[in-house]
T-cell receptor
């Protein structure tokens, strides 16, 4: 089975610009997650979707970050405007359901200049 | 209470040796403990997971030991190989609500040939 697909793999922008990341989960997986992984740290959950509904966005900086999962499949994560502290790898994961193991994509490495 | 503390931060082991990584948690509501392996430029990959109803789980060269009373669990890699050189993350989640994962800070393992 195909894994979680993410694009782009790398992105370099200047602070205050906007950026968007795309994720295509494993086929049939109802739950989708976006994580932020800062260098040298473990992944931190930003938002969790069950189908196209949000079940947890408690750690999402909602003043600058937004995410959507239209039709319960693909998802996009947007940052606007970006800050230097947003430099990180943004990982997307999916699971068959919320209590099933999570499978990760290879992430998008974001650098803010 | 939501933290998972992981140690050591880095570990160097000779080929054929045993690698041991430890994690500790406070929240007794956690009841699922996965370990992930991450290579540079790749997303975390599920290695092995355990629930508190067993004290040990073994899959090939990888073993999780779980001490419920001490609220600790550890990953043992037997006969460590250079190909095991990666960053390892423990995580914990609760079987209620959103089942979200709380990750440890990671252990960078280097196995010398």
């Amino acid at each position: 089975e195909a894994g979680v697909a993410q694009s782009p793999r790398y992105k370099i922008i200047e602070k205050r610009q906007s950026v968007a990341f795309w994720c295509n989960p494993i086929s049939g997986h109802a739950t989708l997650y976006w994580y932020q992984q800062i260098l040298g740290q473990g992944p931190k959950l930003l938002i969790q979707f069950q189908n196209n509904g949000v079940v947890d966005d408690s750690q999402l900086p909602k003043d600058r970050f937004s995410a959507e999962r239209l039709k319960g499949v693909d998802s996009t994560l947007k940052i606007q405007p970006a800050k230097l502290e947003d430099s990180a790898v943004y990982l997307c994961a999916s699971s068959r359901d919320s209590y099933q193991p999570q499978h990760f994509g290879d992430g998008t490495r974001l650098s803010i200049l | 209470q939501q933290q998972v503390k992981q140690s050591p931060q880095s570990l160097i082991v000779q080929k054929g040796g045993i690698s041991i990584i430890n994690c500790a948690y406070e929240n007794t509501a956690f009841d699922y403990f996965p370990w992930y392996q991450q290579f540079p430029g790749k997303g975390p990959a599920l290695l092995i997971a355990i629930r508190p109803d067993v004290s040990e789980k073994k899959e090939g060269r990888f073993t999780i030991s779980f001490n419920k009373s001490a609220k600790q669990f550890s990953l043992h890699i037997m006969d460590s190989q250079p190909g095991d050189s990666a960053t390892y993350f423990c995580a914990a989640s609760m079987a209620s609500g959103t089942y979200k994962y709380i990750f440890g800070t990671g252990t960078r393992l280097k196995v010398l040939a």
